[in-house]
Nanobody, 121 residues
Framework: GVRLVESGGGSVQAGGSLRLSCDAS????????MAWFRQIPGKERELVAN???????TYSDSVKGRFTISRDKSKATVDLQMNNLLTEDTARYYC???????????????WGQGTQVSVSS
């Protein structure tokens, strides 16, 4: 079945950095549209960043300039470098994929289990 495995979450102070990684080695659509989402309990899942078949990234306004999404085809990973973290970045972060070349806003059917990021002041 589909297997996306996130890692790299943890606890950090505000202003710090974390790098999340999504192991997509067992996901056949890993070179198409991939994304990172986040969710706080009681709130809807929020798109953080996505990357399309041409490795063109898109970011939510809340993370633009601080987060960078990238794809390493040799390692079959999709990473999210998070710098200058804020307390409001605290959430569970999920890797997601879809069988589409471009990230057109359609629902993502494939998800990992998530990794927790906690940012303290």
């Amino acid at each position: 079945g589909v297997r996306l495995v996130e890692s790299g979450g943890g606890s950090v102070q505000a202003g710090g950095s974390l790098r999340l990684s999504c192991d997509a080695s067992r996901f056949i659509y890993r070179n198409l549209c991939m994304a990172w989402f986040r969710q706080i309990p009681g709130k809807e899942r929020e798109l953080v960043a996505n990357i399309d078949i041409g490795d063109s990234p898109t970011y939510s306004d809340s993370v633009k300039g601080r987060f960078t999404i990238s794809r390493d085809k040799s390692k079959a990973t999709v990473d999210l470098q998070m710098n200058n973290l804020l307390t409001e970045d605290t959430a569970r972060y999920y890797c997601a994929g879809v069988n589409m070349k471009h990230c057109t806003g359609r629902p993502f059917p494939y998800w990992g289990q998530g990794t927790q990021v906690s940012v303290s002041s």
